[in-house]
């Protein structure tokens, strides 16, 4: 299985670039992980609803360039279906079935991910309803995705 993960920006912290090394270390037994970062565009402290449009844009134009084709895409978005561990294992399971081998999940700026991508994604996952730095998203999705796979191999995992 191969999976890549499209963020935008950049891991600033030293403590979630190690957490995104120690998830990306875990998973090597179990999927071929391949992490891309998109430049996060800048816009003015208080943007307009064009200035945003336009960055998500600039970032969605980006981001299409790095989804390979024949890719099962899942952006992550507020709006999407709400998964527990256990269902997002099974969900991966039924995608490796059906011959979807090569999965991307996306993670959109502070102000979301283009609907150009959303509509190019196949499926929208959603964590919560609320909202989480996308830097701590990163790691947050790595985990639950390591969970997954430790999930479908029976595999005892610490909770």
């Given at each position: 299985?191969?999976?890549?993960?499209?963020?935008?920006?950049?891991?600033?912290?030293?403590?979630w670039?190690?957490?995104?090394?120690?998830?990306?270390?875990?998973?090597?037994?179990?999927?071929?992980?391949q992490?891309?970062?998109?430049?996060e565009?800048?816009?003015?402290?208080?943007?307009?609803a064009?200035?945003i449009?336009?960055?998500?844009?600039?970032e969605?134009e980006?981001?299409?360039?790095?989804?390979?084709?024949?890719?099962y895409?899942?952006p992550?978005?507020?709006?999407?279906?709400?998964?527990?561990s256990?269902?997002?294992?099974?969900?991966?399971d039924?995608l490796?079935?059906?011959?979807k081998?090569k999965?991307?999940?996306?993670?959109?700026?502070?102000?979301?991910?283009?609907?150009?991508?959303?509509?190019?994604?196949?499926?929208?996952?959603?964590?919560?309803?609320?909202?989480?730095?996308?830097?701590?998203m990163r790691?947050?999705?790595?985990?639950?995705?390591?969970?997954?796979?430790?999930?479908?191999?029976?595999?005892?995992y610490?909770?």
């Amino acid at each position: 299985m191969q999976i890549r993960l499209i963020a935008v920006g950049k891991l600033k912290e030293k403590y979630w670039r190690e957490a995104v090394q120690e998830y990306s270390k875990r998973m090597k037994p179990y999927a071929d992980l391949q992490i891309v970062e998109v430049a996060e565009q800048r816009i003015p402290e208080n943007p307009s609803a064009l200035e945003i449009e336009q960055a998500l844009q600039k970032e969605g134009e980006q981001i299409a360039k790095l989804i390979p084709l024949g890719s099962y895409v899942i952006p992550l978005a507020i709006a999407g279906e709400r998964l527990s561990s256990e269902e997002l294992s099974g969900f991966i399971d039924r995608l490796l079935v059906e011959g979807k081998s090569k999965i991307v999940f996306i993670i959109g700026s502070s102000y979301g991910i283009s609907p150009e991508i959303l509509e190019k994604g196949d499926f929208l996952l959603s964590f919560s309803p609320m909202t989480f730095p996308h830097q701590m998203m990163r790691v947050i999705l790595l985990e639950q995705i390591y969970r997954s796979m430790k999930i479908s191999k029976h595999e005892p995992y610490h909770k």
